[in-house]
């Protein structure tokens, strides 16, 4: 099985890839037992095809990072170019283009302090990167500090230590603690956490928690996302990113901004902390930055935090990275990325279409299943009475042939930021009418 010759060995379906083929995949996330899921076999813009030829309006960007949709040409020439001139090459000893030049680019589009970048191959591993220069840095200081306060609902990736940063039920507990994390609970559910009230109280229990007395010192790091993915589609309150910056100042903790989600024009900014005007000391991007074209992720560092490290006793520098760090065909396909993003205006359509996705949901998603409605750029979330009811509404916007991610009782409708007026107006239609199948029990 498996392999192109031996198809006397192969299973019914394999063909097709749904069943027999999906049950010898161990898929993440999912029962183990499910056996029966479509294999989706082509994209074309903001739509992606199954292998029974049914049409979707993918409004999950796959997960959440196919930011310039499907069949972008433009990304995929530069893949190819850059794969039959060199595929790769590793970057401890050597350097190559094209991460040089998006390290170089990446600077000129976060401004200030951010200005040496780590390069991997996923969300966790730049978040893991981001850590562990932040847990690193004291003692070269020679300040010794490990403490790392984080959201309670906040999702950082699915490493041991990404996913000790999380207090999320469904992440397993055995990783608790590498580090010493402290996480705090947000103070308010729904629209009542974006009052100045969610604000006041939300600053305050983060301040606490840094002041916490703690054997293990002040924190080394904040570590937050602008907007919580997996906590469910959670928009902060207005002004709590600026005034974690000036805690952070006070405190000499580092700010890292996981960016992993919302980084690459995802709210309607390039960077949804540029909303407030706020530079972390540490960013960390992964998703939007090649649109899911090749594995990426990167740590944008301040760099005076990389002078640090030249006191390091070991390597002089950091002890972090992997054999396809910086992928040469990942780096060529981001830089295409941003390329696309920017001759095509894709974050001031993200603004423009999101705004237009929110107001659409706000008044077609109504009644009593639904508890909130909440969105930045093309993050739109309909939050449901309980999880349950989010389950079907996601299983009847699929028979509708739109497809919108579940995060416990959130549904969140994020399409490419390639998204036109037709594609919000199907969206916010194909809601509406999954929300009445659920209302009823008609349809799926
Ligand atoms: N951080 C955030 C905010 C994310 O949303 C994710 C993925 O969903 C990650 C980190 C982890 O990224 P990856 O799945 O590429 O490891």
Redesign the pocket.
């Known amino acids: 099985p498996g392999s192109s010759t031996g198809s006397s060995t192969r299973s019914p379906g394999a063909e097709r890839g749904s069943d027999d083929t999906a049950s010898r995949i161990w898929h993440s996330w999912t029962p183990v037992r499910q056996r029966t899921r479509p294999a989706i076999v082509r994209g074309a813009g903001y739509h992606v095809w199954d292998d029974a030829g049914r049409r979707y309006l993918d409004a999950t960007s796959s997960?959440?990072n196919a930011v310039c949709g499907y069949g972008e040409s433009r990304i995929e020439a530069a893949a190819r170019t850059q794969a039959a001139q060199l595929h790769h090459f590793e970057l401890s000893r050597f350097t190559h283009r094209p991460a040089a030049a998006l390290a170089e680019r990446l600077t000129g589009l976060l401004g200030g302090p951010l200005t040496r970048t780590v390069l991997v191959n996923?969300?966790?591993?730049?978040?893991e990167a981001a850590v562990r220069i932040a847990i690193d840095l004291w003692p070269l200081r020679g300040e010794p500090r490990s403490r790392v306060v984080t959201l309670e609902r906040?999702?950082?990736?699915?490493?041991a230590l990404?996913q000790s940063l999380s207090g999320l039920p469904h992440l397993a507990n055995r990783y608790r603690d590498p580090i010493p994390v402290t996480r705090v609970p947000l103070p308010r559910e729904g629209a009542a956490l974006r009052t100045a009230d969610g604000l006041e109280r939300a600053f305050e229990l983060i301040e606490q928690a840094v002041a916490e007395p703690h054997e293990d010192g002040p924190p080394a790091a904040v570590v937050l996302?602008p907007l919580l993915?997996?906590g469910g589609g959670i928009v902060l309150p207005p002004g709590l990113l600026a005034r974690l910056r000036r805690l952070c100042d006070r405190t000499g903790a580092l700010l890292i901004l996981?960016?992993?989600?919302?980084g690459l024009g995802r709210t309607g900014a390039w960077f949804a902390s540029q909303h407030e005007d706020v530079r972390p000391d540490l960013m960390?991007l992964?998703?939007g930055l090649n649109g899911g074209y090749a594995p990426i992720?990167a740590a944008v560092a301040a760099g005076h935090l990389a002078e640090d490290f030249a006191a390091e006793p070991v390597v002089g520098g950091l002890r972090y990275g992997h054999t396809t760090s910086g992928h040469a065909i990942a780096c060529a396909a981001a830089l295409a990325t941003l390329d696309v993003i920017e001759e095509d205006g894709l974050v001031a359509r993200s603004a423009r279409h999101g705004a237009d996705l929110l107001d659409a949901l706000t008044a077609g998603a109504t009644g009593p299943l639904v508890t909130d409605v909440r969105g930045r750029g093309l993050v739109v979330t309909v939050e449901m009475a309980d999880a349950d009811l989010a389950a079907r509404l996601v299983q009847a916007a699929t028979a509708r042939r739109l497809l919108l991610r579940q995060q416990g009782r959130a549904v969140m409708a994020v399409p490419p930021l390639t998204i036109d007026e037709t594609g919000v107006r199907e969206i916010a239609e194909s809601v509406a009418g999954a929300l009445d199948d659920v209302r009823t029990g008609g349809r799926p």
Do not use: I, M, P
């Not at 996923?122 to 978040?127: L, Q």
């Open positions: 997960a959440l996923s969300g966790s591993e730049a978040v906040g999702y950082h990736g699915s490493t990404c996302e993915n997996v996981d960016e992993v989600f919302t960390v992964s998703k992720g």
